[in-house]
């Protein structure tokens, strides 16, 4: 069944927002009327997401961000605040991949820049957003974005997507009390981003930390 929300008067964010699974997400938002901050590094993938929420009738603001960067990070966070007012939910799904290849043949050059990006940079995400929610009226809510791929020929992408999970499930715990009590959730998207659009199948409850769906589930999760 699918379930519409209305999220109208409410302010996303959504890293990786570019292309693949980060787009159909902010889609998802803006259909249910939320406004969102798109943030990525490639500019004609955000021109093309933004171009897209604004044929559909929605309000999108475009940050070119590295999520490798703590300046960065917070000017997002800043510049969200200032366009909408306030930070009401977060999808954080910027990542990379690597080659398929034994674990034993994993360079570190790669290492660091695949947990660099997808595990270090979801967490200095999660912690500026949490900050900012934290001074806000009504707390918020964060989604960090796992993956069920990577379990075979990609360790540095495994082990970054397993921090993820990790992280998340202790920062569900740090600040459920803070008033954010759905502040995160762990959306586990193990498919490409052309086929993560299928009806959610299964979902978490309590705690909501854990689940599989798709970029419609990311947006249900996120306010």
Not at 6 to 22: E, L, M, R, Y
Not at 94 to 99: I, N, S, T, Y
Not at 105 to 134: E, F, N, P, Y
Request: proline share 3%.
């Amino acid at each position: 069944m699918s379930v519409t929300y209305d999220f109208h008067g409410k302010t996303a964010v959504v890293t990786g927002a570019a292309s693949g699974i980060g787009r159909a997400t902010a889609l998802a938002f803006a259909r249910s009327r939320a406004r969102i901050a798109l943030a990525d590094l490639p500019v004609d993938g955000l021109r093309e997401t933004a171009r897209l929420i604004d044929a559909a009738g929605g309000e999108a603001l475009t940050l070119t961000c590295d999520v490798t960067r703590e300046d960065d990070i917070q000017a997002a966070v800043d510049r969200t605040v200032e366009r909408f007012g306030r930070l009401d939910a977060a999808f954080n799904n910027a990542g990379v991949e690597q080659p398929v290849q034994p674990a034993a043949d994993t360079a570190k050059d790669d290492w660091d820049r695949i947990l660099g990006v997808s595990l270090t940079g979801a967490v200095l995400c999660t912690r500026a957003q949490i900050q900012q929610m934290l001074q806000q009226d009504g707390g918020g809510a964060v989604v960090n974005v796992s993956s069920g791929a990577g379990v075979k020929g990609q360790a540095a992408y495994a082990a970054a997507k397993d921090g993820i999970s990790g992280f998340t499930r202790s920062a569900a715990l740090d600040h459920a009390a803070q008033g954010i009590p759905r502040a995160f959730s762990s959306c586990f998207c193990g498919t490409s981003a052309s086929t993560c659009q299928e009806p959610l199948t299964q979902r978490s409850t309590t705690p909501r930390t854990r689940g599989y769906g798709s970029p419609q589930m990311g947006s249900e999760l996120g306010v």
